[in-house]
């Protein structure tokens, strides 16, 4: 594909971003955080999409209140990735990389909910929930492990009760710590 035609289709995949409700910011190809000042306020019109993204260049989606209520569960460790199905609710649209499959999982909650981050007692993070303030990188971005991101359910997102989502979240970071501290 020639570069023209993939900075056609990274602005066609933005497009439609914003034509489903959702806020996306650029980011730096190859990185995680975006690097424009005032990026939580930046709203972008499907007109000025050419004057913020190109390729090489990943994407962000702003979280919660700028995109409708979207919230991320970012799913750090693989022992919640395990359990995850079993206590969060299921959605439609989730993706991952090839080496951490199926580790974002994206709902609608009516009020956004504070961001919630449930780590380990050594600080590292078991799972992650990602609202208002926040913003997570999207297919076609790229990590910056080099893997690209891909959708793995690419439809709609489960809409749900603010306290349901933290609840089953909590749950798959408790089976988490469980299986890394239980006694052998």
Known sequence: MNSQAKESSLKSVVRNYIRLGYAPIPVPDGQKAPELRGWPKLRIAEGQVGDYFSEPGNVGLLLGKPSGGLTDVDIDAPEA?????????????????????????????????APL????????????????????????????????????????????????????????????????????
């Open 81 to 113: 990735a395990a359990v995850a199905d079993v206590f969060l609710p299921p959605t439609e649209m989730i993706h991952g990389r090839k080496s951490r499959p199926r580790s974002h999982r994206y709902y609608l909650v009516e009020s956004p909910l």
């Open 117 to 184: 981050k449930l780590t380990d007692v050594d600080g590292s993070s078991l799972v992650e929930i990602r609202s208002t303030g926040q913003q997570t990188i999207v297919p076609p971005s790229v990590h910056p492990s080099g893997e690209r991101l891909r959708w793995e359910e690419d439809a709609e997102p489960a809409k749900v009760k603010a306290d349901k989502l933290v609840r089953g979240a909590k749950l798959a970071a408790a089976a988490a710590l469980l299986s890394r501290h239980w006694p052998e």
